[in-house]
């Protein structure tokens, strides 16, 4: 991962770390995902520095992976 800034024993991660996590949404979906409360909010350090919580991030993905269980699909019969 990219050099990430911690801080309160926080770990923050970059948009560089979001797409090594695999994460690769454009940041306009990201804000539509963000407002729709179905990403972690960013956390916004100066005009344009963003970044989001490690932990949040980490617990969307697992979030993701348990809602396979669930999913179907349109074509599955």
């Known amino acids: 991962m990219a050099e990430s800034v911690t801080s309160t024993n926080k770990i923050l991660l970059s948009r ?9 949404q454009s940041n306009s979906t ?5 407002q729709a ?6 956390i916004r350090l100066s005009g344009a520095c963003v970044c989001w919580d490690r932990e949040e991030v980490l617990s969307w ?6 809602e396979r269980a ?7 019969r």
Not at 16 to 24: F, N, P, R, T
Not at 37 to 42: A, D, E, L, M, S
Not at 70 to 76: G, H, I, L, R
């Open 16 to 24: 560089d770390d979001l797409k090594e996590l695999g994460i690769w």
């Open 30 to 34: 990201l804000i539509r995902l963000e």
């Open 37 to 42: 409360g179905r990403f972690p909010v960013r």
């Open 61 to 66: 993905i697992e979030a993701r992976k348990a």
């Open 70 to 76: 669930s999913w179907t699909y349109a074509d599955a």
